[in-house]
């Protein structure tokens, strides 16, 4: 059995900041890919930033230059480091690994919610 447990969302204003995190546990022999995703009320579900296990990274147009998806290999996990928050940047957060353990599946977490307000 895989899980995904994430954690860091909160309640920021405009102009702050917030790191996500998610880790994987269970029995894995390799993570092809992660990402993270957001969906908004009334929007679907959206990719946010994603890294493969080659380091490739990709970013949305809206976050690019202030959102960085990094790798957290001591916790098979990821982070998402946000600065700059904007209004529109408030949703539901979610992560998603590509796991090989005894075959490859996607996984997500549960979802932490991002507010940006003033």
């Known amino acids: 059995q895989v899980q995904l447990v994430e954690s860091g969302g909160g309640l920021v204003q405009p102009g702050g900041s917030l790191r996500l995190s998610c880790a994987a546990s269970?029995?894995?022999?390799?993570?092809?890919?992660m990402g993270w995703y957001r969906q908004a009320p009334g929007e679907e579900r959206a990719l946010v930033a994603s890294?493969?296990?080659?380091?490739?990274?990709y970013y949305a147009d809206s976050v690019k230059g202030r959102f960085t998806i990094s790798r957290d290999n001591a916790k098979n996990g990821m982070f998402l480091q946000m600065n700059s928050l904007k209004p529109e940047d408030t949703a539901v957060y979610y992560c998603?690994?590509?796991?090989?353990?005894?075959?490859?599946?996607?996984?997500w977490g549960q979802g932490t919610q991002v507010t940006v307000s003033s």
């Open positions: 269970g029995s894995i022999f390799s993570i092809n890919a």
């Open positions: 998603r690994m590509v796991i090989l353990s005894m075959r490859v599946r996607e996984y």
């Open positions: 890294i493969t296990s080659g380091g490739t990274t």
